[in-house]
């Protein structure tokens, strides 16, 4: 294994961990818990979110598990993760846009911090690895990996 590999395994293995602690915090509020900490956090309780962040997770954890191809799915999984940072921040501007459209009266009393979720600080972190490994996360180069 390289380097570049232990490098990308160990940061896919923090990810994980995170994915999937935040994915256990997002079903523990979504079942009902509504702990004080769960909202320093920024959890919502939504059970989808928690699902979105549980699969997320288990493709880095797999990644981890993976001797061979480890590192696939720890680019997968970056991937992944920005494309869902992506849709994180399309439902923030709808909600931007709604409070323009429509105004105080329909969404009263919104801010960008009602629809902080840890997919967007998570998604931040995917990110930052797809910036450190992009040469490995290019399109072309996974079309050619058959994924």
Not at 8 to 24: D, E, H, R, S
Not at 84 to 95: D, K, P, Q
Not at 103 to 120: F, I, K, Q, V, Y
């Given at each position: 294994?390289?380097?570049?590999?232990?490098?990308?395994?160990?940061?896919?293995?923090?990810?994980?961990?995170?994915?999937?602690?935040?994915?256990?915090?997002?079903?523990?509020?979504?079942?009902?818990?509504?702990?004080?900490?769960?909202?320093?956090?920024?959890?919502?309780?939504?059970?989808?979110?928690?699902?979105?962040?549980?699969?997320?997770?288990?493709?880095?954890?797999?990644?981890?598990?993976?001797?061979r191809?480890?590192?696939?799915?720890?680019?997968?999984?970056?991937?992944?993760?920005?494309?869902?940072?992506a849709?994180?921040?399309?439902?923030?501007?709808?909600?931007?846009?709604?409070?323009?459209?429509?105004?105080?009266?329909?969404?009263?009393?919104?801010?960008?911090?009602?629809?902080?979720?840890?997919?967007?600080?998570?998604?931040?972190l995917?990110?930052?690895?797809?910036?450190?490994?992009?040469?490995?996360?290019?399109?072309?180069?996974?079309?050619?990996?058959?994924?």
């Amino acid at each position: 294994m390289s380097k570049d590999d232990r490098y990308l395994t160990t940061f896919g293995g923090l990810l994980a961990f995170l994915y999937l602690a935040f994915g256990v915090f997002e079903a523990i509020g979504g079942i009902g818990y509504d702990g004080e900490w769960l909202g320093a956090l920024c959890v919502q309780g939504n059970v989808m979110d928690a699902f979105v962040l549980l699969v997320i997770g288990a493709v880095f954890a797999f990644g981890l598990r993976e001797r061979r191809d480890g590192s696939a799915f720890m680019l997968i999984g970056m991937a992944l993760g920005i494309v869902f940072l992506a849709i994180y921040l399309v439902l923030m501007g709808a909600n931007a846009l709604g409070l323009l459209i429509f105004g105080s009266e329909h969404m009263e009393g919104w801010t960008a911090m009602d629809s902080m979720r840890p997919g967007l600080y998570l998604g931040i972190l995917a990110t930052v690895g797809g910036c450190i490994w992009r040469r490995r996360l290019s399109p072309s180069r996974l079309s050619r990996a058959g994924a």
